[in-house]
């Protein structure tokens, strides 16, 4: 559908089974770009998922699609990590055209009311949704202005980025910072001929799902009904009556690092089932 024969593409946060990295790794592999995969560890989701390698069944995906592929471990929030990443990406397949900002937190002690949120729990956040999303924009920017031959980042927001909850401030707050981000970097890119964007999803069935319920929900339910009472709530209030699927994401990033994208800047798009309606 998308031509990126040619094109090398860094996403991060890839290493789980269920994941939007994963789904938009592939996806543009499937378009015919080369992917350089990241997450914090070779296996972030070992304890959930033994039979699932993370990276390394990621990099073997791609390479079944014939297309060439690279694992890199690194901490996003870690700026000396980040540089090296990209400069490891560049130096395997020579040059960089597009970055997906996918590495995000899991939910935890964070989803509680701002009086009893801590600075640890906000810091570790903001850490990762911000300041990895920055350091990463940042380095790979400097590739691209230097290429001089355009180039995408597309960062991976929320709804929650548009909107405030209860409980929620942290994520909130980290969110709607990507997107100040992201419309600051389009006005400083531009002459570059880069565009970058965000996509706003709404709760995706992932392996978080799992965490975020058992943050949100009473502590008195078991693992599944917490998931399912959790999934249900949420589902009723979708007009279209489902959960994101990582491959909605995924659909939405291939498109926006594609040609056919080439005046769109600055942009936030919702892929929400009718949630966020903007």
Known sequence: MYNLNGKVALVTGTGGRNGIGRAIATRLAKEGADVAVNDITEHPYAADDTEWRGLADVVREIEAMGQRAISVVADVSDAKQVSEMVDKTVAHFGKIDILVNNAGTKAGKDRVPVVDLTEEDWDRVQNVNVKGVFLCCQAVARHLIAQGTGGKIINISSITGKRGSARYAAYCASKFAVL???????????????????????????????????????????????????????????????????????????????????????????????????
Request: hydrophobic fraction near 45%; charge should be negative; aromatic fraction near 4%.
């Open 180 to 278: 100040g981000l992201t419309q600051s970097l389009a006005h400083e890119l531009a002459p570059s001929q880069v565009n970058v964007n965000a996509i706003c999803p709404s709760l995706v069935d992932t392996e978080r799902v799992e965490h975020l319920a058992a943050a949100m929900m009473p502590t008195d339910l078991s693992a599944d009904k917490q998931r399912t009472e959790f999934v249900s709530r949420f589902e009723a209030s979708v007009p279209l009556g489902r959960l994101a699927e990582s491959s909605d994401v995924a659909n939405m990033a291939a498109f926006l690092a594609s040609d056919e994208a080439a005046y769109l800047t600055g942009v936030s798009v919702t892929v929400s089932g009718g949630l966020v309606m903007d």
